[in-house]
């Protein structure tokens, strides 16, 4: 089924440099507390470089915890939204897929069939993932980490090799 979302999209894959990025877009599991706030600390982290950065998280619960608040930017979405094929459907979702994001961070870890829907339906020109030989036509680059990451090793790896990937017209100076 993710096959047909990917063919479904209409979009102009690339490369962009973090440098280059103006507009990133993270998709990432929010059930846990302890990634809801790693991801809220490594926003805004990213926004404090200039960056427009929007969040999506999943919470693979029926509806959000009292203690859980959505704030701008840092948009959660539940089981509650979901149809029979696990796709999402609700407003949230809708408006973070109408963004044309420079860049898709996916923090999919789990391959959440949920999030999975989302990368696919993600028109940004440059997306990244975790590798799994099942997605090699959803992600533009992906990571292979040597053992089951947690976020916040998934997090380095994404630093990490953001700043390898430099612009052409640097290479040949």
């Not at 149809?83 to 809708?94: A, C, G, I, R, T």
């Not at 994001?101 to 990244?128: G, R, T, W």
């Not at 030989?133 to 040597?146: A, E």
Request: with cysteine; net charge positive.
């Amino acid at each position: 089924m993710l096959g047909k979302e990917i063919r479904r999209v209409n979009r102009v894959p690339g490369v962009v440099t973090f440098e280059k990025a103006k507009t990133i877009g993270i998709i990432y599991d929010a059930t846990s507390d302890q990634d809801f706030e790693l991801m809220k600390n490594y926003v805004r982290d990213i926004r404090a470089t200039g960056k427009d950065v929007v969040s999506l998280g999943y919470m693979n619960q029926k509806e959000l915890p009292n203690m859980r608040f959505m704030k701008l930017g840092l948009d959660l979405f539940t089981r509650k939204s979901l149809d029979w094929k696990m796709k999402p459907h609700n407003q949230v979702v809708s408006s973070f897929l109408q963004r044309d994001f420079d860049m898709l961070i996916c923090f999919n870890l789990e391959h959440s069939v949920p999030l999975s829907y989302v990368a696919a339906q993600s028109k940004a020109i440059f997306k990244i993932g975790k590798y799994d030989s099942r997605f090699s036509g959803l992600f533009d680059f992906m990571i292979k980490p040597q053992s089951t990451p947690t976020l916040k090793q998934m997090m380095e790896q994404v630093n990490h090799y953001l700043t390898l990937i430099r612009n052409e017209s640097k290479q040949t100076s």
